[in-house]
């Protein structure tokens, strides 16, 4: 059964940039078509972030976030990896690490909150 | 891109039947079949309970049903139970790569 574990700091200052890692276990990760990252403002709904594909490196953003946000794999050591520049207030929020892409996001890790505040 | 929109809340009583409706665009819901939905339970992960409008993925209970109707997409709940008390979202491919989730409906079992 493929696991997802986010990882990073919990707490971000304003302006700075928010780094994340997802392990990925069970399953290869080079099988999935995409890996995404997700997030959930507390109390509110769900906001895709990008996508990555494993085999040719494609990445696609929101494009809300794209001048901000970038996405990276390393399918030998199973991480995938996001980072948010230039961060404010507003992307407080769960990250969640998802194996999928839009025809469906079929596994979740378990998120994980990064605050931004001084 | 906007978000789908979807009622802030729905419920029913045990064993009754509930239908959440998830209303987009021609350019999303109303273009292509990647609509899915997701249940997600307080403080927990979402879960996806059905993908391509109305596949259910290996584990998903029978109960939980998905259509779609030109721009509308819709999950049905059948033979409610206490745990199908959750959010449910809805999310569509709308091209280009790009994709959007619905607001968000919180369920409640009478």
């Known amino acids: 059964q493929v696991q997802l574990q986010e990882s990073g700091p919990g707490l971000v200052k304003p302006s700075g940039t928010l780094s994340l890692t997802c392990a990925v276990s069970g399953a290869s990760m080079s099988n999935a078509g995409w890996w995404s990252w997700v997030r959930q403002p507390p109390g509110k709904g769900l906001e895709w972030i990008g996508e990555?594909?494993?085999?040719?490196?494609?990445?696609n953003y929101n494009p809300s976030l794209t001048s901000r946000v970038s996405i990276s794999i390393d399918t030998a050591k199973q991480h995938l990896y996001l980072k948010l520049n230039s961060v404010t207030a507003a992307d407080t929020a769960v990250y969640y690490c998802?194996?999928?892409?839009?025809?469906?996001?079929?596994?979740w890790g378990q998120g994980t909150l990064v605050a931004v505040s001084s | 891109q906007s978000a789908l929109t979807q009622p802030p809340s729905a419920s029913g009583s045990p064993g009754q039947s509930v239908t959440i409706s998830c209303t987009g665009t021609?350019?999303?819901?109303?273009?292509?079949?990647?609509v899915s939905w997701y249940q997600q339970h307080p403080g927990k992960a979402p879960k996806l309970i059905i993908y391509e409008v109305s596949k259910r993925p290996s584990g998903v209970p029978a109960r939980f049903s998905g259509s779609k109707s030109d721009s509308t997409a819709s999950l049905t709940v059948s033979g409610l139970q206490a745990e199908d008390e959750a959010d449910y979202y809805c999310s569509a491919y709308a091209g280009n790569s790009n994709g959007v989730f619905g607001g968000g409906t919180k369920l409640t079992v009478l």
């Open positions: 998802v194996r999928g892409g839009w025809s469906n996001f079929d596994r």
């Open positions: 990555i594909s494993p085999t040719s490196g494609t990445d």
């Open positions: 021609s350019g999303d819901v109303g273009a292509y079949d990647y």
